[in-house]
Every structure is written in structure tokens, then in C-alpha cells.
């Protein structure tokens, strides 16, 4: 977790191309879908998100992602996020958020709730006004510490309304 803050923190001091701090104007909306995989639970998400400028230089992104395994479940969380302009089509941004995680047992009964912190990396690339793709790395850590931690990669598309 030191080697992913430290790396954060570099991020915005290495960067001496960054032209500015908006990605999504304060007030924006967008609505989209995203699909991923859970490293350590070797399970596939699909989700909903949807992102909103609270200003110029922060986003929050509320989302749910279905957990596509036999025994299933559901992640809920709440990301913040700095978008960080490369070029006027690329943006990367730092995450930080929290979550609760709904855990099912091997029995397929519901075994609990769990809290996290996220934390982690993204890159978006806006198609047009209102189309943009974009990429997630993220580490979802889970208390009780009997249930694991998440690692997650995922790809996503949203509109802008």
C-alpha cells in the first residue's frame, strides 16, 4: 500500500506535461458501464457508474459492480477522483474512495458485509463531447481483515449528458 501512495504522489510530480486540472466541468454528468476482473477472487464484474464534477479538478463517482461468480455478490463504493488533462483527449486520474462489500461463503450464504478503501489508478480517453472509454486499476482493501482484499482491472464506457 506504501509503494501505491508513494507512486501517487510521484505521479503529480513527474508529470510536467499536464496542461490543466478539469477533465469534466463542475456540474457535468455522465452515466456509464463498466466491466472488470478480481484478481484475487478470479471473478468477472460488470457495473454501472455514474461521475459528476463537483469541481473543476475533483470528480465523485459513485458505482455497483455484480461480482459474476457462482456464489455472487455485490460491491458498492464511492471514488474520488483528480482528473489530470495529458493531451485534450487524455486524462489519467488518481482514485480514492470508499466501499461495502456484500461476501458470500463457499455455502452460498451471505457471510457478511464488509468496509474498504479504495485506491488506485485511471486513464480516460473522451471520443467526442459526449462519448469517452476509459481503464481502472484499483485496490479495494476490505475490514474485517478475514475477507480478502480486492485488486481490480477494468474498462468502461460513459456518456456525458
Known amino acids: 500500500m506504501k509503494k ?7 505521479l503529480f510530480c513527474i508529470l510536467p506535461n499536464i496542461n490543466s486540472l478539469s477533465a469534466q466541468e463542475a456540474g457535468d ?20 457508474y455514474g461521475t459528476y464534477g463537483i469541481a473543476d479538478w475533483l470528480n ?3 458505482g455497483l459492480n455484480f461480482i459474476c461468480k ?34 458470500t461463503s ?20 473522451e471520443f467526442s463531447r459526449r462519448w469517452s472509454a476509459n481503464g481502472q486499476l484499483k485496490w479495494m482493501g476490505r475490514i474485517p481483515k478475514k475477507h480478502k482484499s480486492a485488486v481490480i482491472f477494468s474498462l468502461g ?3 456525458n449528458f
Request: proline share 3%; hydrophobic share 45%; charged share 15%.
Open 4 to 10: 501505491l501512495l508513494v507512486s501517487i504522489i510521484a
Open 157 to 159: 464506457f460513459d456518456y
Open 60 to 62: 465523485i463517482e459513485p
Open 106 to 125: 463457499h455455502s452460498g450464504t451471505v457471510d457478511g458485509w464488509a468496509g474498504g478503501l479504495n485506491l488506485g489508478m485511471g486513464a480516460k480517453y
Open 70 to 103: 457462482e456464489q455472487s455478490s455485490i460491491d458498492i463504493y464511492c471514488d474520488f477522483q483528480i482528473p489530470l488533462e495529458i493531451t485534450a483527449e487524455w486524462f489519467i486520474y488518481p482514485i480514492a474512495g470508499i466501499s461495502i462489500h456484500d461476501i
Open 29 to 48: 454528468f455522465k452515466f456509464g458501464f463498466r466491466t472488470g476482473y478480481y484478481f484475487r477472487t478470479k471473478a468477472y464484474a460488470l457495473g454501472v
